[in-house]
């Protein structure tokens, strides 16, 4: 399946410079320890601007899915129908991604089954995540 070369910007470029290592961080608040993604510059939860990164289990769920038909988007053309998942992270609930589920056929997708983060390379070579039903 192609994927879409992200572009980072200066403030996810951590995040995706980690990807290129194979390893999913999210950003975490120094003053209130909560996490958050995607990255933004300030918390959610309690405002502050002092934020690191923390390495996270890369473990989660389906919370909801789809099946994508009618993309216009050509890189998409080729992979349709195509899955079109919402995963939350284990490690922190609030945390959600979009998935495709690389290895699971459209239409068979249950919510609630466990997955785990897959990096999968772009037409340029670089590394995107992604997540695999286990
Ligand atoms: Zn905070």
New binding site residues.
């Given amino acids: 399946m192609p994927y879409i070369v992200p572009v980072p910007d200066e403030l996810s470029k951590p995040f995706w410079d980690a990807v290129q290592e194979k390893r999913l961080i999210v950003q975490h608040?120094v003053?209130?320890n909560?996490l958050q993604y995607p990255p933004r510059p300030r918390?959610l939860?309690?405002n502050?601007e002092a934020m690191d990164w923390k390495d996270v289990s890369g473990k989660g769920h389906i919370l909801t899915c789809g099946v994508l038909e009618d993309s216009h988007l050509p890189v998409r053309a080729a992979d349709q129908p195509l899955n079109l998942a919402v995963v939350t992270l284990d490690d922190d609930p609030r945390i959600n991604y979009y998935a495709n589920l690389p290895g699971t056929p459209p239409f068979q997708v249950t919510v609630g089954a466990a997955v785990e983060v897959t990096f999968e390379e772009c037409p340029d070579g670089s590394l995107i995540h992604d997540w695999r039903v286990i």
């Fill in positions: 608040c003053a209130c909560s918390c939860d309690c502050a």
